[in-house]
């Protein structure tokens, strides 16, 4: 029993890094109805980001590993995504809004590999150690607690929580409560629709992007803190297992794309548990096969219909 | 208030509109009809900046708005509620009429409006949380009307408001374009296939033919001519 509990801590810690990554995957198919492949590198840039931003940060907020500095470190890099995300879609996908779909879908891939090779370029190929922004420990859990004072939570692992609850609610607050967030919703319906009442989808676009990328690039940080060393090319296997998280809740679908990162995380810690480490990924990609199969339109997401 | 002039769109090598010439007056209902595919829903969405113009132009209150961007037309003051409706399934009716009124900001005039939408169609007051997906054809028609009454626009193009609508419902929408005309002096260029419907509630009509206007004259006049009756008014 407590082992299975502790699987499913280890499970949650993991849904929620690929839940906040997911959910670019899935605002951006909302809006543009294309997956953005480069997304899951992006997430691998807010680690960078958090790399090299840390050391000047952690010493502004008094130096060594603090809450203060992490929040630092974590705003800094999200904020640093949101733009890598915006210029990606203005320089990359907008010139190309107008074309085959495909055409934008192989472009993604492009940006992808580019981004990966940039990286391997510009950040050296090696895996590097990510500075201590936070210092990760087990926390002790009282003998009163009886059975469950067995159990092991990190420091790491209770921030992924909080942060990754904050930002589900931040972004549910601002999905459903704001003007943007409105328009966003208006426009993945019917863009159309969306413009003939005076919205310039360009900009909610962008916007949707850059929201997208900002939780990545926070993804990318909770990674990095449980991790011992990123390397350029971390965001491939993360990302599509994300894309598969955000498949499996209904691609556009933003509560699918959290509860989907959730399962995945969950399932991918009990393979490990009890069946073998090293089916994980083919276990995972099977639900992607498998979802495709029975359910294509996700756990949340309901087919497209048209009413007359 | 509009006026179109030599209008050209073409979609590749196939001519929508031909030289296309019109002209909307303040406070008039003007109708376009004609046969499908004749460029009516063609004319609308040039008019709105989805579909550019090869040639010709387009003038809205004195000013060029000839392929400018939707939502630029939109802030200038003329609103389009497109063909098939398009109401934002996933939203609420009251999202939806927010939508309407996007560019807005002074909150006690979009109440205003809001309440004169409701006086208009109170049926959608009755549905205010719905999800505007779960609302009758009919219902989703009026959603349409009165979501682009909440721009408070100066022109109102409509396209098809009859199309796929409960017979009762088609009356009721059609008396309310008029009083909507009446009360506001709101202009309102209205394209219909229905052409008897059209006709009755216009001042002015065009009669639109493979991009080409046919005929224009006053409605009341196009309704007693016997080429008219012959082919669009089935009689």
Avoid at chain 2, 98 to 117: H, N, P, T, W
Wanted: charged share 15%; aromatic share 6%; net charge neutral.
């Amino acid at each position: 029993m407590i082992e299975f509990l502790q699987q499913l801590i280890n499970g949650l810690a993991q849904g929620s890094i690929y839940a906040l990554i997911a959910l670019g995957y899935t605002m951006v198919f909302g809006v543009l109805r294309f997956i953005n492949f480069a997304h899951g590198d992006v997430f691998m840039l807010g680690a960078f980001a958090g790399l090299y931003t840390a050391p000047s940060l952690l010493k502004l907020c008094g130096g060594g590993p603090s809450f203060p500095g992490a929040a630092a470190v974590l705003l800094a890099a999200m904020l640093i995504c949101a733009v890598i995300g915006i210029l990606i879609e203005k320089l990359c996908y907008r010139p190309l809004r107008d074309r085959p779909r495909l055409t934008v879908l192989i472009t993604a891939i492009g940006v992808s590999l580019f981004l990966e090779n940039a990286g391997q370029y510009a950040f050296g190929a090696d895996p590097q150690s990510f500075p201590e922004i936070i210092t990760d420990r087990a926390l002790e859990i009282p003998e009163s607690w009886g059975a469950l004072s067995a159990l092991t939570l990190t420091v790491g692992q209770l921030l992924v929580f909080g942060v990754t609850f904050f930002l589900l609610i931040g972004l549910r607050a601002i999905v459903r409560h704001t003007r943007t967030g409105m328009a966003m919703r208006a426009l993945s319906f019917n863009p159309v629709a969306a413009s003939l009442m005076g919205v310039n989808t360009d900009v909610v676009i962008s916007f949707t992007f850059g929201l997208g990328s900002a939780l990545a690039g926070a993804a990318g940080i909770l990674t990095s803190i449980q991790q011992p060393s990123i390397d350029p090319l971390m965001g491939i296997n993360i990302g599509l297992k994300a894309f598969v998280a955000a498949v499996l809740g209904g691609i556009g679908n933003i509560p699918g794309a959290a509860l989907g990162g959730i399962l995945i995380g969950l399932l991918e810690a009990l393979v490990v548990g009890y069946i073998n480490p090293s089916y994980r990924d083919a276990i995972v990609f099977g639900v992607l096969i498998l979802i495709l199969l029975v359910k294509p339109s996700g756990l949340l997401g309901k087919p497209e219909r048209e009413k007359v | 208030m509009l006026a179109i002039t030599e209008l050209h769109v073409s979609y590749g090598a196939i001519g929508a509109l031909q030289g296309l010439t019109l002209k909307v007056e303040r406070g008039s209902i003007v109708t376009l009809i004609g046969a499908n595919g004749a460029g009516k829903t063609t004319t609308l969405r040039t008019i709105s900046g989805i579909v550019k113009a090869t040639s010709g132009t387009i003038t809205f209150d004195g000013e060029d708005v000839t392929n400018i961007a939707p939502h630029k037309i939109v802030a200038r003051g003329l609103a389009h509620s497109p063909e098939g409706r398009m109401v934002f399934a996933n939203l609420s009716v009251m999202e939806n009429l927010r939508m309407g009124a996007y560019l807005r900001r002074d909150k006690s005039e979009i109440a205003a409006s809001l309440d004169f939408v409701f006086a208009m169609f109170p049926r959608l007051k009755e549905r205010l949380k719905q999800t505007a997906g779960t609302l009758s054809g009919g219902e989703q028609q009026m959603l349409a009307i009165g979501r682009a009454l909440m721009g408070k626009p100066k022109c109102l193009m409509l396209d098809e408001p009859s199309l796929g609508i409960a017979p009762i419902l088609v009356q009721t929408i059609f008396e309310k374009i008029v009083e909507i005309n009446r009360s506001l002096g709101l202009t309102i260029l209205l394209v219909e296939q229905n052409a008897n419907l059209a006709l009755e509630i216009s001042h002015y009509g065009y009669v639109l033919e493979t991009g080409r206007i046919l005929l224009q004259d006053t409605s009341a006049a196009l309704r007693e001519n016997t080429a008219i009756q012959a082919a669009y008014l089935g009689g």
